[in-house]
């Protein structure tokens, strides 16, 4: 059994957690009854968070935005340095905490006064960042996209393909997932009957959410190798198959998921499905590795290529 401090600040985390809660569910979660759940919604009312309720049956509670920022332990000045803090996070500038800084992030906006929304926007817009190779993604709608994947919410939004394809989605959004680069939505399309990975470098302005449904069974428990052998067999112009001599966990260690899928065949070899746009790039990445590898399946040309890069290597280097 939780004391009643520390109750209320489990009770607090599940109100952060999910947008409705009926009041049944936070007590069977807290181990209490539902009056002594909603004497401990007054008290966080006291301390100034704005839970609402619902009455009747199918009623519970929602953590709004307020008039003021609840007592967080956090003044103005810092809340709105965590909130630009975390947008810079969530746009990949610090490796290995995208996915927590817009959880955390989804979090904080849910409470944040508007006149320090206001702050934090004029801030984010007020800052410099130097172009790289990702792309970099709106942090309002990570945020949009995260809130609706937690509150099992449809999403519509305009969506263009690799081939420069332009259409209208309707989803029901799963799970975002980074993959060092980029970001992609997994989600269900409802057009399509059936589960999409989406690069949200692609959707065009914000989405708004719409309706409530009922959670699918995911396409794989592996969220992130599942979009990784998604992304890699995408419609490359020209796809191919080798076998390395590299035991497979080292290979994985070299290539990223979104180049292409690394297959144990024993234990010092693996073999390598991937893809490329320009053939003629494809030597120049290969010659990087520092361990052997075979051809199994080549699009025409590539082996003619890789010839007269070898034959242009040993011209370079001196006779004795």
Not at 28 to 38: F, M, N, Q, S
Request: net charge neutral; proline share 8%.
């Amino acid at each position: 059994m939780y004391g009643t401090s520390e109750r209320l600040l489990r009770l607090l985390s599940l109100l952060q957690a999910r947008r409705d809660w009926p009041g049944p569910d936070l007590a069977g979660r807290l181990g209490v009854d539902v009056r002594t759940i909603r004497r401990d919604v007054e008290r966080l009312r006291t301390l100034g968070y704005p839970v609402h309720a619902t009455p009747g049956v199918a009623g519970g509670y929602r953590l709004g935005p307020g008039a003021a920022l609840p007592p967080l332990l956090l003044d103005d000045d810092e809340a709105v340095a965590v909130a630009v803090g975390l947008r810079t996070a969530a746009n990949g500038t610090v490796s290995g905490i995208e996915e927590t800084s817009v959880r955390a992030l989804a979090k904080l906006e849910q409470v944040l006064p508007a006149r320090l929304r206001g702050r934090v926007r004029a801030m984010d817009s007020a800052l410099v960042r130097m172009p790289g190779g990702a792309p970099v993604i709106d942090a309002e709608l990570l945020t949009v996209v995260a809130a609706a994947c937690r509150d099992h919410e449809r999403l519509r939004f305009t969506y263009g393909t690799r081939g420069g394809d332009v259409a209208e989605r309707d989803v029901e959004p799963l799970s975002l997932v980074h993959t060092g680069s980029r970001w992609y939505l997994v989600a269900y399309d409802l057009g399509r009957a059936d589960w999409r990975t989406f690069r949200l470098d692609r959707i065009d302005g914000c989405p708004v959410p719409g309706f409530r449904f009922p959670p699918r069974k995911p396409p794989a428990e592996d969220l992130a190798a599942y979009v990784a052998e998604r992304i890699s067999s995408a419609p490359y112009a020209h796809q191919m198959t080798l076998r390395v001599s590299v035991p497979a966990h080292e290979l994985t260690a070299r290539i990223p998921p979104s180049v292409g899928v690394v297959e144990p065949i024993d234990a010092g070899s693996c073999r390598l499905r991937t893809g490329a746009n320009d053939l003629d790039a494809v030597p120049f990445h290969l010659a990087q590795w520092d361990f052997e590898f075979v051809l199994e399946d080549a699009p025409p040309g590539l082996a003619q290529r890789l010839a007269r890069i070898a034959e242009r290597f040993a011209r370079a280097v001196p006779s004795t």
